[in-house]
């Protein structure tokens, strides 16, 4: 079945841990994005990435790093760095282009700081 | 002022009524806009997507977009229950390479019976 998997579904980090979440997508999309959701909060955004080796910062990039070394794979690194790491995070991905760009999101990984 | 604006609510709507929820948006430029439906404690899933003025009609969903007023809202007519979730707006901004999908904060939607 094709789609975006997310992996692990829940995660704890020690302070001063760094974690590392998964997301992978068959769906042979070129964009992928990164959201962190706070409870009662909309999405915002961490980082994206349009094309293979490349990625632009989003609106809370601090405390966060990422790779895409591979069309399918886009990996999130919560660094010791985030202060405030606990919440919902979604990974998306998208075709590129002007029509039919909607973003399909993964199941998510639910981060508590313990 | 932020690229995407959402009434956060929570609007309630009695069953079998018509729900009307509503965004506004920054980027004068933008092209593409959606709406997502989102369950507490689940990922947010596509409901529509418009591209071009007007309305597009989906079973109950019709969107609406005016380009000119920046201004995209969703209908769901004949409201069951089941629809009670958070509505996210998203528009896509920037082009190519720097394009990304922004979303606003969400609005809460309850049908009472």
């Known amino acids: 079945d094709g789609g975006i998997t997310q992996s692990p579904k829940y995660l704890f980090r020690k302070e001063g841990q760094n974690v590392t979440l998964s997301c992978e997508q068959n769906?042979?999309?070129?964009?992928m994005y990164w959201y962190r959701q706070d409870p009662g909060q909309g999405l915002r955004l961490i980082y994206y990435s349009q094309i293979v080796n490349d990625f632009q910062k989003g609106d809370i990039a601090e405390g966060y790093s990422v790779s895409r070394e591979k069309k399918e794979s886009f990996p999130l690194t919560v660094t010791s760095a985030q202060k405030n790491p606990t919440a919902f995070y979604l990974c998306?991905?998208?075709?590129?282009?002007?029509?039919?760009?909607?973003?399909?999101f993964g199941q998510g990984t639910r981060l508590t700081v313990v | 002022q932020k690229e995407v604006e959402q009434n956060s609510g929570p609007l309630s709507v009695p069953e079998g009524a018509i729900a009307s929820l509503n965004c506004t948006y920054s980027?004068?430029?933008?092209?593409?806009f959606f709406w997502y439906r989102q369950y507490s404690g689940k990922s947010p899933e596509l409901i529509m997507s418009?591209?071009?003025?007007g309305d597009k009609e989906d079973g109950r969903f019709t969107a609406q977009l005016n380009k000119a007023s920046q201004y995209v809202s969703l209908l769901i007519r004949d409201s069951q229950p089941s629809d009670s979730a958070t509505y996210l707006c998203a528009v896509k901004v920037g082009y190519s390479s720097a394009s990304k999908i922004i979303f606003g904060s969400g609005t809460r939607l309850s049908i009472r019976p």
């Open positions: 980027d004068r430029g933008s092209q593409s």
């Open positions: 769906l042979n999309h070129d964009a």
């Open positions: 998306a991905s998208s075709i590129m282009g002007q029509g039919g760009t909607e973003a399909f």
């Open positions: 418009i591209y071009s003025n």
